[in-house]
């Protein structure tokens, strides 16, 4: 799996990312004038353009050399979206990319910190733990971030799951945001995250979320994920300027079509 590299902060880009989503119609126009539009997923594309500044010599050489190992946009790599939620169905924990241990009982529809009614009620009846967990395919090499809102009306202490990697987190009557961080096994094709609680405990959650990055940023919904496995480069040339020692910046074009 050819993979685009993450600088020495553990992040895949800086700010400014503009990225932009272009979805197409198909048109049939009929002789008496009418016409028929349906949408064509399987034409979408989405463009990524990250800009860098003070990169160092090695992060520098690091780029570059991915991006002459891709040949520059003759070949495809896994790109993980640094302005998404790489789950998919944050806010539907019935959907089938959530796995559900069998005495774990999923209730949605409850009010969530952000005053809407996206939060899950987490019902524990078995006599062991059980968890709720998403697996991606993505770099386990990769450094990550896990949380998610949670709360419980009695004292209880959950567990993430970040691959290999668990971290213990104490709830109480009020929404706090819990989190884990670091990297899967770099043996491994895919990562698994996932909420453990104890037998007995009754938790609301809301807003798990996965980034590619070593701290959360603020909330953002998850739908088809942020995983894109045959993303390019736009370009066959680097934008790239040297600003002093050590210091170079760089801009640098990506871009994923579903047709591809």
């Avoid at 989503?21 to 990250?50: F, H, M």
């Avoid at 609680?197 to 739908?223: D, N």
């Avoid at 040297?242 to 210091?247: G, I, K, R």
Wanted: charged residues 10%; negative net charge.
């Amino acid at each position: 799996m050819s993979v685009y590299p993450q600088l020495v902060s553990g992040v895949t880009s800086q700010f400014p990312i503009v990225k932009q989503r272009r979805p197409r119609t198909v048109v049939n126009a009929a002789a008496d004038g009418s016409s028929i539009k349906l949408a064509d997923p399987a034409g979408e594309t989405v463009g990524w353009q990250l800009q860098y500044a003070n990169l160092s010599d090695t992060e520098l050489a690091s780029l570059q050399q991915f991006f002459m190992a891709m040949e520059g946009s003759l070949n495809s790599f896994t790109f993980l979206d640094p302005a998404a939620n790489l789950l998919a169905w944050s806010e539907d924990l019935t959907n089938a990319v959530w796995q559900a241990a069998p005495f774990l009982t999923l209730s949605g529809g409850v009010a969530d910190p952000l005053g809407g009614s996206n939060a899950w009620q987490l019902a524990n009846s078995g006599e062991g733990p059980q968890a709720l967990t998403q697996t991606l395919n993505a770099p386990a090499s990769y450094t990550y971030c896990f949380s998610v809102y949670a709360f419980s009306s009695q004292p209880v202490t959950i567990q993430l799951q970040l691959g290999r990697n668990s971290a213990q987190a104490a709830l109480n009557s009020r929404w706090g945001r819990v989190q884990i961080a670091g990297t899967g096994d770099a043996t491994a094709s895919s990562v698994e995250f996932g909420i453990e609680l104890p037998a007995g405990a009754t938790v609301t959650v809301f807003g798990p979320q996965v980034e590619a990055q070593p701290s959360p940023s603020a909330y953002k919904t998850g739908t088809t994920g942020g995983v894109y496995a045959n993303a390019r480069f736009r370009d066959d040339a680097l934008t790239l300027t040297s600003t002093d020692v050590n210091h170079h910046s760089a801009t640098v074009n990506i871009f994923y079509a579903n047709s591809l």
